[in-house]
């Protein structure tokens, strides 16, 4: 232990577009409803030096730190992984053939899948750089400028599957936030309109551009914007990053707690959880709306999308929609997080 599709491996996301069941399509953009591909949806890219001989590594789960981690054959028989910035999980024996997954100690949501190749006992140290992966199915394509002076809606659909023979309970999925959070206890937008967002905190962990999630204080949605700069203390917002995702425009507050987040929804498909080999719904091109979801943009568990339970085999179409604003600004890196919980043996 841990074998593959247990714990965090239990539930595993794929690109649909297939015209089968596990059928090959392997291009996230095409990634438009129908059936699952064998293709899994990831979040990290993978770098190894110093590979130890007869290990591969597929997969490395989304909560893995950027950097640096290592993969330690510390017998001949067992490896133990630690991500960048954690400490040593527990050892696992892996034997020829078999593929496991390796935890960082404390955080099950980091960890690689590893299979082995031969009998030759395993030695050495390989150092596994993880970084973002770009232009994946969760951050869909470039946006081209024209796209950005229009403004630019797009969509893409995936299936998550329960590859756990025991199944998995309380499956939950929200969007996740790419700084600290602060509050707006300086200045706050007008009812509408182009205005400014001042914090006494920092937005030094923020992205220099992107989508704001205003909550007031009894923790209701208040608004999501764009906003196309910031300096450490001030959103620039223009009057186009008003009412974004859904939201309507509405007088910002004192007490009001703001996010970073990406520019995105989610929504669970309107089939539902169903049995394996199902297809979802098929959109015609990524500007094509799904029917029939309703869209999400809650960033806690509690506010999130609530799918619930799911057997072994299993599954679920999850839909993502991408918003541009018109006039969004350049930016070399738009970071999309989307966050999980569940329970599984």
Not at 21 to 43: F, H, K, M, W
Not at 116 to 121: G, I, L, Q, V
Not at 233 to 240: F, I, K, Q, S
Not at 241 to 253: N, V
Request: hydrophobic share 35%.
């Amino acid at each position: 232990m841990p074998d593959e599709k247990t714990r965090a491996d239990s539930l595993r996301e794929y690109f649909t577009g297939a015209g089968s069941d596990g059928g090959a399509q392997t291009d996230p953009d095409a990634s438009l409803g129908n059936y699952r591909s064998s293709t899994e949806a990831v979040s990290m890219a993978i770098s190894v030096a110093d590979a130890i001989a007869n290990v591969t590594i597929a997969f490395a789960g989304g909560e893995n730190t950027e950097g640096a981690g290592t993969l330690d054959a510390d017998t001949v028989n067992t490896l133990r992984w630690k991500c960048y910035g954690g400490s040593y999980g527990a050892s696992v024996t892996i034997a020829n053939g078999e593929t496991k997954i390796v935890e960082t100690s404390g955080q099950p949501g980091q960890y690689v899948r590893v299979t082995r190749t031969s009998a030759t006992d395993l030695t050495g140290t390989a150092t596994i750089t993880l970084t973002k992966s770009i232009n994946n199915v969760f951050a869909f394509d470039d946006v081209s400028s024209a796209e950005a002076a229009a403004g630019d809606t797009e969509y893409r659909g995936t299936i998550v599957k329960c590859e756990n023979t025991s199944g998995i309970t309380t499956f939950k999925r929200w969007v996740g936030t790419l700084g600290t959070q602060r509050v707006s206890d300086t200045t706050q937008l007008a009812a509408s309109g182009a205005g400014t967002i001042v914090t006494t905190g920092s937005f030094a962990d923020w992205p220099a551009s992107g989508w704001c999630h205003i909550k007031s204080d009894a923790s209701t949605t208040r608004e999501i914007i764009y906003y196309t700069s910031r300096t450490a203390t001030v959103l620039t917002v223009p009057a186009d990053g008003r009412a974004r995702l859904g939201t309507s425009a509405g007088a910002g507050a004192a007490g009001d707690t703001i996010d970073a987040v990406p520019g995105i929804a989610i929504a669970i498909d309107d089939d539902g959880v169903t049995s394996g080999g199902a297809a979802i719904q098929t959109i015609a091109n990524e500007g094509a709306a799904p029917t029939g979801v309703s869209w999400d943009t809650g960033i806690t568990a509690a506010t999130g999308l609530s799918i619930g339970d799911m057997n072994s085999a299993e599954q679920v179409g999850i839909w993502y929609k991408r918003e541009i604003p018109v006039g969004a600004v350049s930016t070399a890196d738009a970071s999309v997080k989307v966050e999980d919980s569940f329970d599984a043996v």
